[in-house]
């Protein structure tokens, strides 16, 4: 079982609507976790970053976390095709100093 | 605002041939990190630094090795290339602490011939 999980998608959404990326992690020990998006050759940009039970929210991107869960969201509001990308999930080691990554989503925005 | 600065861009080696990857990481990030990802896949953990010494070490092959400077940059040394060997390396900066935020920069792509 890997680590951090996502579904590979390919998760399509019309424009204007909102995607709903999931995740889920193995390791109670992480405490951060971050969401990239990464555009196909290109290195990953960080979007969001929680440590706290709950929502967070920047602009159009809500992060939510559930630690009892283990479980990571990201909300995509008002959806634009430019956010068609792969959605990387990353927890921290725990006590490891690393990011663990799932395997990513791919989000296609249809216009 | 700075960025993650990675060296060179695209390199082309021979199979057998040495490649030196090089890392600056933001200014004041003490922590470095050492992604490997190859076409479809997501970044493979290679190894870390913190403070120039090897913090956390994943999947990386005995034929590279990594260090991290006084003026914290990091280099990725990577010897007797394989064809597999070729992918997008990627290297992130954080300050250590576990509710940082890691940086990535542009990446190197590495193509073995």
């Known amino acids: 079982q890997k680590e951090v999980e996502q579904n590979s998608g390919p998760l399509s959404v019309p424009e204007g609507a909102i995607a709903s990326l999931n995740c889920t992690y193995s390791d109670r020990g992480s405490q951060s976790f971050f969401w990239y998006r990464q555009y196909s050759g290109k290195s990953p940009e960080l979007i969001m970053f929680?440590?706290?039970?709950g929502d967070k929210e920047d602009g159009r991107f809500t992060a939510q976390l559930n630690k009892a869960s283990q479980y990571v969201s990201l909300l995509i509001r008002d959806s634009q095709p430019s956010d068609s990308a792969t959605y990387l999930c990353?927890?921290?080691?725990?006590?490891?100093?690393?990011?663990?990554f799932g395997t990513g989503t791919l989000l296609a925005v249809q216009p | 605002a700075a960025g993650v600065i990675q060296s060179p861009r695209h390199l082309i080696k021979e199979k057998r041939e040495t490649a030196t990857l090089k890392c600056y990481p933001i200014p004041r990030h003490d922590t470095v990190y050492w992604y490997q990802q190859g076409p479809g896949q997501d970044p493979q953990f290679l190894i870390s630094f913190y403070e120039k010494m090897q913090s956390d070490k994943g999947s990386i092959p005995d034929r590279f090795s990594a260090q991290q400077f006084s003026d914290y940059h990091s280099e990725l040394n990577m010897s007797s290339l394989e064809l597999g060997d070729s992918a997008l390396y990627f290297c992130a900066s954080s300050l250590h602490g576990t509710r940082t935020e890691a940086f990535f920069g542009q990446g190197t792509r590495l193509t073995v011939v």
């Open positions: 990353a927890a921290d080691g725990g006590a490891t100093n690393k990011l663990i």
């Open positions: 929680i440590y706290s039970n």
